[in-house]
Antibody, heavy 119, light 107 residues
Framework: QVQLVESGGGVVQPGGSLRLSCAASGFTFSSYGMHWVRQAPGKGLEWVAFIRYDGSNKYYADSVKGRFTISRDNSKNTLYLQMNSLRAEDTAVYYCAKAQIQLNAFDIWGQGTMVTVSS | EIVLTQSPATLSLSPGERATLSCRASQSVSSYLAWYQQKPGQAPRLLIYDASNRATGIPARFSGSGSGTDFTLTISSLEPEDFAVYYC?????????FGQGTKVEIK
């Protein structure tokens, strides 16, 4: 079945770095754009980043631009999020999500991985 | 950035009742509006895309309408499993934003 499984979350100090991974299965990963979306504890959803199916273009929310980098390895069916210069306000559950072909909505979500930025 | 405002923040209803959730955009998003359901401890689930199209496997009691700046999600008759938080989401160029959510709770 179609599945996305995130990993790599944990506790990191302010200013530190972390790399999240998202393993995809059950669909042709290399044909679809992919997103990262986050949700701070008790808060709503915030879009973080998007990468086109072939990695040719990447887009970021202003809140993470210059600090986070989205990438993908289509040979490994895996999406990544490199997070640098982490701040307390980056504390959240991070979800990877598959984009619809039309790119308007997120049709498949992973279960999420928790990132806590704290000293 | 386009801001989505959802109302009400909380909707208290009984099973079997009709739920009407609103999402208003700060500027036109055409029909590029989606709705998601999220239950505690779970990932969001896509319900409606492009304002009125049900996603795969979504029951017919869920329907979406609207265009431009005003959108509505209607649940025709609430089932016990429908009590959750609902988010609207829009795409504008290469940016995606979510509303703050509406919690549908049992009255």
């Amino acid at each position: 079945q179609v599945q996305l499984v995130e990993s790599g979350g944990g506790v990191v100090q302010p200013g530190g770095s972390l790399r999240l991974s998202c393993a995809a299965s059950g669909f042709t990963f290399s044909s679809y754009g992919m997103h990262w979306v986050r949700q701070a504890p008790g808060k709503g959803l915030e879009w973080v980043a998007f990468i086109r199916y072939d990695g040719s273009n990447k887009y970021y929310a202003d809140s993470v631009k210059g600090r986070f980098t989205i990438s993908r390895d289509n040979s490994k069916n895996t999406l990544y999020l490199q997070m640098n210069s982490l701040r307390a306000e980056d504390t959240a559950v991070y979800y990877c999500a598959k984009a619809q072909i039309q790119l308007n909505a997120f049709d498949i979500w992973g279960q999420g991985t928790m990132v806590t930025v704290s000293s | 950035e386009i801001v989505l405002t959802q109302s009400p923040a909380t909707l208290s209803l009984s099973p079997g009742e009709r739920a009407t959730l609103s999402c208003r955009a700060s500027q036109s998003v055409s029909s590029y509006l989606a709705w998601y359901q999220q239950k505690p401890g779970q990932a969001p689930r896509l319900l409606i895309y492009d304002a009125s199209n049900r996603a795969t496997g979504i029951p017919a009691r869920f329907s979406g309408s609207g265009s431009g700046t005003d959108f509505t999600l209607t649940i025709s008759s609430l089932e016990p499993e429908d009590f959750a938080v609902y988010y609207c989401q829009q795409r504008s160029n290469w940016s995606w934003t979510f509303g703050q959510g509406t919690k549908v709770e049992i009255k």
